[in-house]
């Protein structure tokens, strides 16, 4: 079930960043202007986020498998 859970985080993490960077191919294609500029800012700063969540998550799962061992 762990694993599923995992898989269902990457999934889901693949989804976001796919989700992102069609936005952002969207909103370059719009005409550049300070506001857009900053919109695009943010959507590097959610990638970024997503990015270390993942991280997060991953090093949740290896030192739950290292526990696991211990256990043993």
Same mark, same amino acid.
């Given at each position: 079930?762990?694993?599923? =859970? ?11 960043? *796919? /989700?992102? +960077? ?9 005409? =550049?202007?300070?506001?857009?500029? /900053?919109?695009? /800012? ?9 990015? +270390?969540?993942?991280?997060?998550? /991953? ?9 696991? +061992? *211990?256990?043993?």
């Amino acid at each position: 079930m762990h694993e599923h =859970q995992h898989d269902r985080r990457i999934a889901a993490n693949r989804a976001f960043i *796919e /989700s992102l +960077d069609q936005l952002q191919n969207i909103l370059a294609q719009e005409r =550049q202007t300070p506001e857009s500029e /900053s919109l695009l /800012s943010n959507i590097n700063l959610l990638e970024e986020a997503a990015a +270390d969540l993942d991280a997060f998550f /991953s090093e949740q799962d290896i030192q739950a498998g290292e526990g696991l +061992d *211990e256990e043993s």
